[in-house]
Each structure stands twice: as structure tokens, then as C-alpha cells.
């Protein structure tokens, strides 16, 4: 008799924990797993567990995810300024359509996504704002030894940042323009080589970092940064390109045309490349391949 009491009770107590790891996973909105149980759970009645199971970040996380604000608000005045918070902040305030705080909460916390998407979007209207915000997320993301991927595509997209604000200074201006397009072009180059220490063999990278070295007037980098993209990707148009450019600013002209007719059979051969410009009509560093083409 004992004995099947026991069984009893440990057959309850199982189906209890099981019924709190289900509901706690619909606490979590953690709906990625579609149909199941706790997704449904959710969408009967997202409250019904949420008082019962998972501290209070949880219980913040189900209250932004439900588009229950006030609760959240309340919830998250009392956690801590760790990342995961801070993220969670984030959320709230992109939630309320208050952006600035978001972007600032989703540095703070790292998380490389949501930062990012408000970066790119803030770009279009204050780029250099948006570049003091892609600075903060790199050094954010320079103290996780756990997130090279990312801090690459960090450095990298900095350094497209860089490149872009260059551009909005002319360099036939005097004093401040020209000196204002060395400078951020000086470091968008320094941007793309801190992403290829993290991915040596990465080809947007390469290509990037190629470019730039050849706009700022170093073929010999640009060169060796272009044959490493044609090496890892052999059938990269955009490499042979590149090739074509620095041998047209070396002078070879002979190498030149011959990394141009592969580059443009490359490119002839890949699918949806027809709104691709010609090597040639790079307005940067074209002229030089013109050149060698009469």
C-alpha cells in the first residue's frame, strides 16, 4: 500500500514539473517550435502561467512579448543593469517607439541584431551618428571573447561607415574636405583589416578591405588582398576586378586586361548580374583600367 502511494505521489509531483516546464516555456515565448503545447498554451491565455513559474527577467520578457508594457516596466525597474536587462529594455522602449533608448539599451547588452538593424536605418538620415553608435557597439562587443563572428561583421560594417562619411568629404576641397576624406578612409581601412583578423578568409572583407587600401593609394595591399579573394572564392568576379584595378594602377596593363576578361566572364556567367557596373566605370578607380583599354 505504501508502496503504491508512493508511485502515486511521484507520478503527480512528474506531472506537475512537467506541466511548469511547459508553461514556463510559454512564459519564455519561446514559440519557435510550432504546433506544441506551449505555444498553444500561450495563445489560449498568455497570462495563465505567469505568475507561477520563472523569476522576474521571465516574467519581464512574457509581459514585453505579450505587448503588456506597463507590467513590464514595473518588472524591469527592478532587475539589475546586466546585459540580458538591458536588452529587455531595449525591447520595452522600441516597443513604446522610443528608438534612441533602444539602440542605446540594445549596445549596452550586445545584442549585435537589434542594435544593428537601428543603426543601419539610423544611417540613412545622420550617418555620423550612427557611426558613434557602431564605435560603442564594437567596444562592446571587444570585452565578449565569445562573439568573434559578430565583432567581424561589426568592425566591417564600421568600417563601410567610415567609407561612406569619406565620400561626403571632396577631396579637391581645401583643408577640411580633403583632410576629412584621408582620415575616415584611413580608418575604414583599419576597420576592414581588424575584421579579417577575426576572419582571415571572409571575402567581404577582402573585397572591402582591398578597395579601400587601393583608394588610399597602397596597391601593393590592395593587390595582395584581391589575389586572397580569388584564391578562397576562385570564381569571384568582384576579385578579378580588383585584380584588373591594380594592375591598371601599377601600369601592367597586359595583366590588367586579362583579369578584366575574367572578371567580365565571371560575372557574364552568374545569375542576376545584369545591373552589375562594368570594372571600367568605377568611377574611383576605373579611369586607370579605361586607360589601359585604348
Not at 575584421?195 to 578568409?201: D, E, Q, R
Request: aromatic fraction near 6%; charged fraction near 25%; charge should be positive.
Amino acid at each position: 500500500m505504501v508502496r503504491w502511494a508512493f508511485v502515486c505521489v511521484l507520478v503527480v509531483v512528474g506531472g506537475w514539473l512537467g506541466a511548469v516546464q511547459l508553461a514556463s516555456s510559454a512564459a519564455y515565448g519561446d514559440l519557435a517550435a510550432q504546433p506544441s503545447l506551449p505555444a498553444l498554451l500561450h495563445e489560449v491565455n498568455p497570462r495563465l502561467w505567469r505568475p507561477l513559474v520563472g523569476d522576474a527577467r521571465a516574467r519581464a520578457a512574457a509581459a514585453v512579448h505579450d505587448g503588456d508594457l506597463p507590467e513590464a516596466e514595473r518588472l524591469l525597474a527592478g532587475l539589475p543593469g546586466d546585459a540580458e536587462s538591458a536588452d529587455l529594455r531595449g525591447r520595452l522602449a522600441q516597443a513604446r517607439g522610443d528608438r534612441n533608448a533602444a539602440l542605446a539599451d540594445y549596445v549596452r547588452a550586445g545584442d549585435v541584431v537589434r542594435a544593428q538593424r537601428l543603426i543601419d536605418a539610423l544611417a540613412i538620415g545622420d550617418r555620423v551618428r550612427a557611426l558613434g553608435e557602431q564605435q560603442k557597439l564594437v567596444a562592446v562587443l571587444l570585452n565578449d571573447p565569445n562573439a568573434a563572428e559578430v565583432t567581424g561583421e561589426a568592425w566591417w560594417r564600421l568600417g563601410q561607415l567610415q567609407a561612406a562619411e569619406g565620400y561626403r568629404h571632396r577631396p579637391h576641397d581645401r583643408g577640411h574636405g580633403r583632410i576629412g576624406r584621408a582620415k575616415y578612409w584611413r580608418e575604414a581601412e583599419e576597420s576592414y583589416e581588424r575584421a579579417l583578423a577575426l576572419a582571415p578568409n571572409e571575402e567581404t572583407y577582402l573585397l572591402a578591405a582591398a578597395y579601400q587600401s587601393l583608394a588610399n593609394g597602397d596597391i601593393v595591399k590592395a593587390q595582395r588582398f584581391y589575389a586572397r579573394a580569388a584564391a578562397v572564392v576562385p570564381n569571384s568576379a568582384d576579385a578579378f576586378a580588383g585584380l584588373a584595378w591594380t594592375a591598371a594602377a601599377a601600369r601592367e596593363c597586359a595583366a590588367a586586361r586579362t583579369s578584366l576578361v575574367r572578371a567580365r566572364t565571371l560575372r557574364g556567367a552568374a545569375p542576376n548580374s545584369g545591373g552589375a557596373r562594368d570594372p571600367v566605370d568605377d568611377p574611383l578607380v576605373g579611369p586607370a583600367l579605361r586607360r589601359c583599354l585604348t
